[in-house]
């Protein structure tokens, strides 16, 4: 399979009226232009801004802590093997303090050794989601007890938005931008 990107950005000339409103509505939110996943939902204004709006929550307001967020966000990166994802969130994973130790385990599709409870409890959680599209009752008894029943949704929403998120730029095949963090190899079929 060719790895020619499907849908590159597009140039202001060519936006219509309606992407530009959209771009422009990005930008006053987020503060920077379109990249990413923003970059190609733009086809489809009105599903970029609600993705937007969703992420403006599950990104930056959750009510997990930023290190276990991010964790998070790598597991769901590495379960689509998304480059663009794992190598943007890598870097926010390592600022927001988890270990790199955790990062590399999680980039060899294994589970991390070490890790504090609020960890391996939304590993856990997130991947029994990801491979049994469900949570066991322990799974979930464990996370509930750690991060109440909005921590639940939180957690799945962040899981389920950066699939969103991966499955827009897999099908786009949006490159990785970024050659600061070492690729994911894919998994084995």
């Known amino acids: 399979m060719p790895n020619t990107e ?3 950005h597009i140039a202001a000339d060519k936006m219509t009226a309606e992407q530009r409103k959209a771009e422009e509505e990005f930008r006053a939110g987020r503060g920077y232009g379109l990249l990413g996943p923003f970059a190609v939902m733009l086809r489809s204004p009105e599903v970029m801004l609600r993705a937007k709006a969703m992420g403006d929550y599950l ?28 190598s943007h969130h890598y ?15 999680i980039a060899e599709g294994r589970r991390p050794e070490r890790m504090a409870e609020d960890e391996a409890a939304a590993y856990d959680f997130s991947i029994e989601l990801h491979r049994h599209r469900c949570v066991s009752d322990a799974t979930y008894a464990r996370a509930l007890a750690l991060f109440g029943e909005q921590g639940i949704i939180d957690l799945t929403g962040v899981n389920g938005y950066y699939s969103l998120l991966a499955m827009m730029m897999n099908v786009a095949r949006t490159p990785c931008d970024t050659e600061d ?3 994911l190899a894919p998994f084995p079929n």
Not at 68 to 85: D, K, N, P
Not at 92 to 104: F, N, P, R, T, V
């Open 59 to 86: 990104r930056f307001r959750n009510v997990l802590t930023k290190r276990v967020s991010e964790m998070v966000i790598l597991v769901t990166a590495r379960q689509w093997t998304q480059q663009f994802e794992w």
């Open 181 to 183: 963090v070492k690729p």
């Open 91 to 105: 870097k926010y994973a390592m600022e927001a303090g988890l270990s790199k130790d955790i990062a590399e385990a």
């Open 6 to 8: 499907r849908m590159p």
